[in-house]
């Protein structure tokens, strides 16, 4: 089963904890989750740490967390800021989540 979680405008520290809690529910009922992140306005590194965690759940539970193929400029600019732009490949966010667990 799939399901399609789209996370709004806003992706930051203030509704992690609620974006924690939708990406735990759907991995609970889904094999696959994919994040629609196209409508966000507002991000901080927390997105990032909430959905790199759900990911690795995930990993360890045979699911899999991944970004629609059309990632938001926004995504990109705070990975930039963060020093790591190197983890956003062309068209979206799909590759980073690929790499399974760390080494």
């Known amino acids: 089963m ?3 979680l789209n996370v709004g405008s806003s992706a930051n ?6 974006l924690k809690d939708q990406l735990l529910t759907a991995l609970g009922e889904c094999d696959k989750v994919t994040i629609d992140a196209s409508q966000l306005q507002e ?3 927390s997105f990032f740490q909430t959905v790199y965690s759900a990911h690795l759940y995930a990993v360890s539970n045979g699911k899999t967390v991944e970004f629609t193929n059309d990632a938001n400029e926004k995504l990109a600019a705070t990975l930039a800021r963060a020093g790591l732009a190197d983890l956003l490949p062309t068209a979206n966010l799909n590759s980073w989540l690929h790499g399974g667990l760390p080494q």
Not at 13 to 18: C, D, M, T, V
């Open 2 to 4: 799939h399901k399609t």
């Open 43 to 45: 991000v901080d590194l």
């Open 13 to 18: 520290i203030q509704n992690s904890a609620a």
